[in-house]
């Protein structure tokens, strides 16, 4: 099993309020699949993902990927091991405007001892996988949402990472864009046995999974294939 | 690590309004040190620079200054023959001595102050040759004629070729102008020695300066300076002659240091927090910029490090700024109170490559300081939560 999550439990404090995000959830994913994550907003979608990502850390429980433990290391040895083990997708692309498609991709290289001649080697791999090699030198303001989506998915399979994790992959696309992305995801994961780990509100994009997990109030209600 | 660089140094391109205001208010703190500076420079150049590292200055022990020394007629007979003392062509001693002090006089464009007017003899010309006769002629021995520095010239009532000054009820002809290269002799007036201490009522010379005929190795005893501490004839005080003039330039390149320090230690103060603020901004602009470095594995340190760089380019560029715009100064001429000799000193303000040093070294220190906490915050939000915006 690639990913076993086991009784996670996540409270976030607003000032005086305490709310509880997740109730002991079980979780586990296997190499080379793909779960949809889907429920209504604050039934923990997101924060399974980010725990799942070593984004965060849980209040109870264990998170065990790819054979290691995350639940007690600090933030600076989660970062290193989201460089080497997680690519993220998300939904509004998270990419740095002041850098072209070509740098944005690279940014995770630079964790890596890679030498420059490598580095560009893998971007333009990277680039042209998501078919955006004529695309290299342009500012995310020149890309229209979906190469941007597209761009962000270079920079989360530049590093061929184990696992990739998309947060509303096509949230903030139109539909013929969204398409394409979900169709990019499904190329990765079939061609590559790349597992994904997405949350979505869509439907039609959760069919595209090998398996459906649906959370409601911070729990577990399905699991279907 | 250059690739992260890269993005924190387009980001302060990006935000350049808020970049130019930070340089604008470190630049200013630093034009303002770099003025002083420049000030305090100068004077110390136009002083220390001034003489030969082989002619002897000596003084009466425990006069702090020319003016506070006295030597009496056959102490200076003793020491113009003394031994290791160097002569001229023809045999000469290149030996001379002199008084000094300071003369009220009216400036051009209003007011008055003390200028220094130092009695010589026609020798002082040939011992003392650092300062060069560039119009006009030296003054004829036993008249009031008299030589000007040429930094006197248009500052200073009277002082040019052709000129006289009131001295004594009497006027002085000018028939020289003397150029010692931006060195204190360009402050001076010079007469004759004999004449000046008739004129004052003085019967007692105040400086002796002696041309060494061996040089000193570097580091080597001072024989010659050995033999006048422990002569019991004479109670000398010795220096070389730029020596001399540098440890006139003590209390107020002090004063000035300290007030640079102070005046560019307040601004700072501002400039740091106009800076800081610049720097929140961005730093709350960019949560989600930092959230996805985070999520991609850069460590919260890289995150403090990319900040602090950028904190440390608007240093740098205030720096270059503040220099940039205190540099139309760089070679004015000045003048302000010596307060060792309670004279008039002239010089220009210059801008050393010492100077650009320490203001580059200033600005980078406010920069980083000023950029420090906004990137130790940056790099503190939980990557979860910068993702969120």
Redesign the interface.
Known sequence: MLIQVRGVVKTFHRDAETVRVLHGVDLDVAAGEWVALMGPSGSGKT?LL?LI?G??VPDAGSIVVGGEELVGRD??EL??W???H?G?V?Q?Y?L????TAF?NV???L??TPLSRKERKDHVETALSMVGLADRMDHFPAQLSGGQNQRVAIA?AIVTDPSFLLADEPTGDLDRKSGEEILQLLDDLHRRFGKAIVMVTHDPHAAKRADRLVHLEKGVIVEDAE | MTGILRYHLLSLWVRRAGTALSVVSIGMAVGVLVLVLALRDGFRASLATTGREDNMVVLRQGATSEGESLIQRHEWGTLRDYEGVAVDASGEPLATAEIYAAMNLDKEGGGSANFPVRGVMNRSFRVRDSARITAGREFVPGTTEIVVGKALVGRVKGCRLGGALEVAGRPWPVVGVMDCGGGAYDSEIWCDVEVFMQAFRRDMYGTVVLRRRDPVAPGGEDRMAMLLAEDQRIKAKTYTEPGYFRSQTRELGDALLWVSIFLAGIMSVGAAFGTAVTMLASVAERRREIGTLLALGFRPWQVVVGFVTEALVLGIAGGAFGVAIAWPVNGIATGTMNWNTFTEQNFAFRISGDVVLSAVMFSSAVGVLAGFLPALRASRVPPSVALRG
């Open positions: 924060t980010n990502g984004l965060d933030g600076g970062a290193q989201r460089a080497r997680v993220y998300f509004l998270n740095m405007p002041v850098l740098q690279e940014l995770p630079l964790l920079r």
